[in-house]
T-cell receptor, first 109, second 114 residues
Framework: GQSLEQPSEVTAVEGAIVQINCTYQTSGFYGLSWYQQHDGGAPTFLSYNGLDGLEETGRFSSFLSRSDSYGYLLLQELQMKDSASYFCAASSNTGKLIFGQGTTLQVKP | DVKVTQSSRYLVKRTGEKVFLECVQDMDHENMFWYRQDPGLGLRLIYFSYDVKMKEKGDIPEGYSVSREKKERFSLILESASTNQTSMYLC?????????????FGSGTRLTVV
């Protein structure tokens, strides 16, 4: 089977750092992506890890450990506009992109 | 800008009706996908297509079918709508299913079956 697990909710204050974890079980695993979705909007691509290690894109970073089947998204200098749902998604050599159940991030003043 | 357009933003249908959800992309992408999104369950893959007239089942294909007669259009069909198919439906496309940077999603169709 294929599955991804991530926390359902995370709360943090403006300016803080938050980490959203994702563990996966995916046959033919190729890489891990992160998407952001605001209420009523389409998911938008944030970050991708095809290799182990850290990828940094501005305030957002993502990490992958293939040996642990684990990754995380790190959001720094949190802003109110970062309040959204965040999904990890595993791509596999079957051509599928499989999503986790999503983490709702609430940023408080 | 790359665009994926879903024909309806909101749709209300009756139980037993045949329902068509349309998705059109203007990027000449080979691969197109249909997901449904439900609270607490994330996005679940229903069907995908990697070429015209080609289709593959995703993780939850039961009760659905798809049609891809032209490269730019991928239709999701609910043969006989049921209340448990009330959901948000998202279409996506990408030129390469192994390229994570290429996925573009439509804005979704919120379907209510009464």
């Amino acid at each position: 089977g294929q599955s991804l697990e991530q926390p359902s909710e995370v709360t943090a204050v403006e300016g803080a750092i938050v980490q959203i974890n994702c563990t996966y079980q995916t046959s033919g695993f190729y890489g891990l992506s992160w998407y952001q979705q605001h209420d009523g909007g389409a998911p938008t691509f944030l970050s991708y890890n095809g290799l182990d290690g850290l990828e940094e894109t501005g305030r957002f970073s993502s990490f992958l450990s293939r040996s642990d089947s684990y990754g995380y998204l790190l959001l720094q200098e949190l802003q109110m506009k970062d309040s959204a749902s965040y999904f990890c998604a595993a791509s596999s050599n079957t051509g599928k992109l499989i999503f986790g159940q999503g983490t709702t991030l609430q940023v408080k003043p | 800008d790359v665009k994926v357009t879903q024909s309806s933003r909101y749709l209300v249908k009756r139980t037993g009706e045949k329902v068509f959800l349309e998705c059109v992309q203007d990027m000449d992408h080979e691969n197109m996908f249909w997901y449904r999104q439900d609270p607490g369950l994330g996005l679940r893959l229903i069907y995908f297509s990697y070429d015209v007239k080609m289709k593959e089942k995703g993780d939850i294909p039961e009760g659905y079918s798809v049609s891809r007669e032209k490269k730019e259009r991928f239709s999701l069909i609910l043969e006989s709508a049921s209340t448990n198919q009330t959901s948000m439906y998202l279409c996506a496309s990408t030129p390469d299913s192994l390229d994570p940077y290429g996925y573009t999603f439509g804005s979704g169709t919120r379907l209510t079956v009464v």
